[in-house]
């Protein structure tokens, strides 16, 4: 097993996201209990501010109403008109405020009957010259009495003041703002005192003191207008400290300039975070530090020792606390100790078992040699229809006794992962022609409809192996015909590309007995079938489908199944197979060589297969000679000349592998016989020592004619090298 994952990454990233979270919520539980009496003394200290700026602007405006009650008192105290010109002169010459003119607008015709309009109106320029002002009593004009600063308190109460609106001032061209009050004399409404303010002064002395306390103002007269503003900006969030001024009831307006309340709030908050959070992550870390050493590393140095005992061996590190680890340690050396001998204990009993397998299919072969050769002899004789019919039978049975014997290898080696893929061009064209010449005729005999449908072109060839994907449609297709009394058998191969990736579909569809869904999953499992009385009514090692299976993950493909009990199944097969080339066909043509007078040596302990061996190859016109074992093999080679050497490999004194390579250690040209290797053992590991040793092709026991025919012909031109006589116009294939 493979660690993906390290417990120490993982505890650090633990770490991380726990100290993620434990900011997160102390931040936010540190927010929510600080920041709101932190906000509700800054706004406090805002308001203050605003307190203050508000008194500070009241000053030189409650001046301005101050100079406004005097111009009234003056109007209402002093008869004389010259007296009353030079004491308001005089009273603008020495206010040096935001007041910058201003004066007495008598009724009309109040002051001499004769004349309308009779102000005394003065104005103190920037340069502290009072200027007396005579246009607004043009007698050709409406007449100041109509304006609304004039109209807004005539016949008002004493001591009404009243505010125009915010307008530019025809002669200096600066914005203004006139204050106006009744007087009256005896009583009587005797006209309208006012005081002009410049607003540009006032500006002035708003935004310096704005800039001096950092502040955004805004101030707005009784008609909530705009007086001035400076640095004003509103947005989400944002406290304003509000308040009413003077007894002209003006509204003056506040935020802070620079650093919002919600900006100051966040930057306390963070730093009483900053403060306190290095603390807790110390704490964190030691912690952290105590569980690592403590419990991680323990933990770790486990594992790191079992990763270097996968062959056995316990674990030995210096830890002496007795808990569970400790416990985890001791019980993990026990099972070691169990699962080494265990092992092995598992190891001998493969080996006996793989001993079992090769000696079972050797001795089994044997004797089916016996059994299967001499069916052949047989059927090759004179015989009426009812001993061929028997002998045929008998022939049928051996073979499918080697059918079962094989599916047993077969699983064999894949449990031992000793299955092999060839990877070897082929047509896919010759597979399809197998099934039809196999399985029509077994279909016909059932009373089946067998049909082929294939949707990939008739010109392809793959590259793979052509034996396990021939035994993966024969298994599949001998369950179909097993299974199925009626209606029909059939094939669908199609090509499907994934990913770059070619893959070969192949669906075998049946009318038979079908199988439950609760059995379906079973049935891929080996020595297993859907039922228990399926082995009993049709037979089966219960191996095929496994081996099926198994072969099409090698090939990187899988198999699926669809079925209902009593309507048939399905199985879907995808193997991946590489498109290629075609190549040339290896046509074997059947020709009548003519063997007589070739001498053939047979090294062979079992009688039984010497007399069928012997059989085969007299029929075939050789002359043979026959020894029991691998030692006379070499003395029969070294003293007769042989075309043929047809040698087994467990025989008794010598083997056939150590024959064969002394046969090839020889001196003279009998080291060049052509030897075919001819044995019961089909383990892949004994054919390749048999053809390291020199043999040239091995044939399989039980021993099928049309192999041997098909490696006699294709080794002819070795096979006739001591002889003078040579087939007629055929060349062999290699």
């Not at 009273?91 to 009309?108: M, Q, R, T, Y």
């Not at 008002?156 to 200096?172: G, K, L």
């Not at 044939?699 to 098909?710: F, H």
Request: charge should be negative.
């Amino acid at each position: 097993m493979v660690i993906n994952e390290s417990l120490k990454k993982k505890s650090v990233v633990a770490l991380a996201l726990y100290l993620a979270l434990f900011i997160a919520v102390f931040g936010s539980i540190t927010y929510m209990v600080v920041e709101s009496p932190v906000r509700a003394k800054l706004e406090e200290n805002l308001d203050i501010k605003n307190e203050f700026l508000a008194a500070e602007i009241s000053a030189p405006l409650s001046s301005s109403v101050g100079v406004l009650k005097s111009i009234v008192a003056m109007a209402q105290s002093i008869e004389n008109r010259t007296a009353l010109d030079e004491a308001l002169c005089q009273v603008f010459k020495l206010n040096d405020g935001i007041a910058v003119s201003g004066g007495i607008w008598p009724e009309p015709y109040s002051v001499d009957p004769n004349v309308k309009l009779t102000s005394l109106f003065y104005n103190r320029t920037s340069d502290g010259v009072v200027d007396k002002i005579d246009l607004w009593n043009n007698p050709e004009a409406d007449g100041y009495h109509l304006e609304p600063w004039y109209t807004s308190v005539k016949n008002q109460p004493v001591n009404t003041i009243t505010w125009s609106e915010v307008y530019i001032d025809p002669y200096t061209h600066v914005q203004m703002i006139t204050a106006s009050a009744p007087y009256y004399l005896n009583g009587q409404f005797a006209g309208v005192a006012t005081v002009d303010l410049s607003l540009e002064n006032l500006v002035k002395f708003v935004k310096s003191k704005a800039r001096e306390h950092d502040l955004g103002v805004i101030v707005r007269d009784t008609n909530n207008h705009v007086i001035t503003e400076h640095n004003f900006r509103v947005g989400r969030d944002i406290y304003v400290s509000q308040r009413q001024f003077g007894d002209f009831d003006w509204s003056l307006e506040v935020v802070n300039a620079r650093r919002l309340v919600s900006d100051q709030v966040s930057d306390i908050v963070m730093a009483v975070e900053l403060g306190i959070v290095p603390v807790m992550l110390l704490c964190l870390m030691f912690g952290y530090y105590l569980i690592s050493q403590y419990l991680i590393k323990p933990i770790t140095d486990i594992a790191k020792k079992v990763g270097e005992s996968k062959e056995g061996g316990s674990i030995d590190i210096n830890y002496q606390s007795p808990d569970e680890i400790r416990y985890l340690i001791d019980t993990f050396n026990e099972k070691t100790i169990y699962l080494d001998q265990e092992r092995v204990k598992a190891q001998a009993s493969t080996k006996a078992k793989t001993a079992f397998l090769a000696t079972l299919s050797h001795e089994i072969r044997t004797p089916m040699n016996g059994v299967l050769g001499t069916a052949q002899i047989l059927l090759k004789t004179d015989l009426n229809l009812e001993q061929r019919k028997l002998l045929k039978t008998l022939y049928d049975s051996g073979d499918h006794m080697m059918s079962l014997l094989n599916e047993i290898l077969d699983y064999s080696k894949i449990e031992q992962g000793h299955l092999e893929l060839e990877n070897r061009p082929f047509p896919l064209s010759s597979i399809i022609g197998s099934m039809h010449s196999v399985y029509h005729t077994l279909c016909n005999e059932k009373g089946l409809r067998f049909s082929v449908f294939s949707e990939v072109d008739e010109t392809r060839w793959y590259s793979g192996d052509k034996a396990r994907l021939r035994q993966i449609l024969f298994n599949l297709l001998n369950n179909a015909v097993k299974f199925t009394s009626q209606g029909m058998v059939e094939v669908y191969l199609s090509e499907e590309v994934n990913d770059g990736v070619t893959e070969l579909v192949i669906r075998v569809q049946d009318t038979g007995i079908g199988i439950s869904p609760d059995a379906q999953s079973r049935v891929f499992k080996p020595f297993e079938q859907a039922e228990s009385s399926t082995t009993r009514r049709f037979g089966g090692t219960g191996l095929g489908l496994a081996i099926v299976q198994e072969i099409t993950h090698c090939m990187g493909g899988n198999i699926t199944l669809t079925s209902q009990e009593g309507m048939g199944a399905e199985f879907t097969v995808r193997v991946q197979l590489e498109p290629c080339k075609p190549k040339a066909l290896d046509v074997h043509i059947e020709r009548h060589l003519d063997y007589r007078g070739l001498k053939a040596l047979i090294v062979e302990d079992n009688r039984t297969n010497t007399i069928i061996i012997e059989t085969f190859m007299k029929r075939k016109g050789f002359i043979t000679s026959s020894v029991e074992n691998g030692e006379l093999a070499l003395k029969a080679v070294s003293t007769q000349q042989f075309d043929l050497i047809l040698m087994d490999n467990h025989m008794p004194v010598m083997d056939g592998v150590e024959a064969i390579a002394g046969i090839r250690n020889m001196l003279g040209r009998e080291k060049d016989t052509l030897i075919f290797g001819c044995t019961a053992d089909v383990f892949k590991e004994t054919r390749e020592r048999m053809l390291g040793a020199g043999a040239d092709f091995i044939v399989g026991k039980p021993i099928d004619e049309r192999v041997l025919d098909d490696a006699l012909y294709q080794y002819a031109n070795k096979l006739f090298q001591f002889s003078s006589k040579r087939r007629s116009n055929v060349e062999p294939l290699r």
